[in-house]
Nanobody, 121 residues
């Protein structure tokens, strides 16, 4: 089992920045590829970004490319999402997830509880 706990959400104005963190426990963190997803009210959960176990590979959704940066620190069992130039449409609950697969078709078995990010216009 892998336990994931997100933090860092909050209320921010459009154009601002937020940094989300997710701390993992329970298994060897570097065994897992990590990802961020988000779910806005009334919408399905969607992929935001993923990072490979070593940090060497990353993928982003087109909607966040150039504005968000995913990173990880395997010594601290942490994956981060730096979110810049935020837009009201980025408002959502953000979840981190862990998988032993990598890529857009990866199966994520472990999920955090989520952290709310609200972007005001």
């Amino acid at each position: 089992q892998v336990q994931l706990a997100e933090s860092g959400g909050g209320l921010v104005q459009a154009g601002g920045s937020v940094r989300l963190s997710c701390v993992a426990s329970g298994r060897t963190f570097s065994d897992y590829n990590m990802a961020w997803f988000r779910q806005a009210p009334g919408k399905e959960r969607e992929f935001v970004s993923t990072i490979s176990w070593s940090g060497a590979r990353t993928l982003y959704a087109d909607s966040v490319k150039g504005r968000f940066t995913i990173s990880r620190d395997n010594t601290k069992n942490t994956v981060n999402l730096q979110m810049n130039v935020l837009k009201p449409e980025d408002t959502a609950v953000y979840y981190c997830a862990a998988s032993q697969d990598y890529g857009l078709a990866a199966l994520y078995l472990y999920w955090g509880q989520g952290t709310q990010v609200t972007v005001s216009s």
